[in-house]
């Protein structure tokens, strides 16, 4: 049988206009999250942090953002995405402001605490309202392709712009670019959003949300800080909040939930891409200014570049899901991700480099990109709309945890090498390995489990004659 195109998807003014606002709000968030990094040298000089203490600024941040998105994200089902999403915009304007005005590392580092806060708040209503506005299905993957591009973009423009932003105005600049966007959603979103679906409960599972919370952040921190009482207790919290949810009358993770394969093995793959590329990111960016010795807006050129690659496949992963299937793409995405790191093995101590490092780059913020739509889709796939705060939470907190565990964990790698480029071709080597394994697992965690009922990630049903016991797959 020929393979069916996917249809065309066509949004009503009203979506375009829904649509505008929760993937500005995500843009909004990644240029912020961007510029901030390239301006923590000239933060700390203009609060008095010394260098050794530089990192708790995104460690105060990251702490409440992987810690709490979960729980935020089940509480969307509860109280409403739209009033959380709201908060969190209300409470990142507050922060923002509290950051830019700060004059000591006090105030600052509350302000950090607080847009993380924010972060865990407003990121899983909006990702929660746009998969409930969005039936399942074409419309809902086109709409994920464009907040993954927006995302992306906002990265890109962050890396691009920051210097420059923070060169002619000043650090503070980097806290208060973001208030009038924010204000401007906070106006229009109480107009234009809908309360979706809530769960059926009344009540938060208490016991479970301090236990996860808890073990979150426990985790968090001893993986930043290398605190190993802190993982053991990180460890213990998340076992207990696992026996908490078997035996909860309402739990706060439902266990069937995390059973589905489409939930367990989607937020695999997304927890590979996102430990993977971040860190490999990073290495890179000591790479260009230590070895290469690029000043930091050359090096936010040489990533923005590529980072066109990653808007692109924002825009056109929707449509590779609709005609593949979100297990092919995600696999796809994750491979050619993987193996457009190989070749950042070659790089050297020449500018050189450059040429095979762009085009790497380029091809490997494709597949990222590429992978992460398929895999937002895939975990939020075949859950009614009472669960897509719960969803949502889950991969949003897969997200950030990778994140956090990424960079340490590769540049531990590293280290274990004398020489700076010796240890960077370890931990690169090490990064391919991990992604193109989490390719081959997810690719078989996501098989169909019968030809009769495919699993929602593995794409279009498969169309059975009368005269014949095989499948015709539509592709």
Known sequence: MSAIPPARVRFTGRERLVLLVLLGAGFMLAVDFSILNVAFPDIGDGVGLGRAAL?????AYMLPAAGFTLVFGRLGDLVGRRRLFLG?????IAASLLGGFSSGPGPLLTARVLQGFATAMATPAALSLLTSTFAEGAARDRALGLNGALLSGGFTVGAMVGGSLVSLLSWRAAFFINVPVAVVILAVAPALLVEGERSERVRLDLPGAVTVTGGLLAGTYSIIEKDWPAGAAAVILLVAFFGIERRADAP???IPVLRRPTVRWGNAGGFVAFTMEPAMIFLMTLYL????????LATGFVFGVPGLAAIGAGVVAGRFIGRHGARRVLTAGLAVQGLATLPLLLTGSGRWALAVLIPALFVGFFGHVTAIVAYTVTGTSGLPD???????GLTLMTQQVAITSGIPILSAVAATRGGETAGTHLALAVDVVVTLAGAALVWVGLRPRTPAAPDPAAGPAPVFTKTSAQPATLS
């Open 55 to 59: 990192p708790w600024i995104t460690t």
């Open 289 to 296: 200014q230590g070895t290469l010795h690029l000043s930091p």
């Open 386 to 392: 009472g669960e897509q705060g719960l969803a949502t």
């Open 88 to 92: 969190g915009v209300a409470l990142l």
């Open 252 to 254: 706060l993770v439902p």
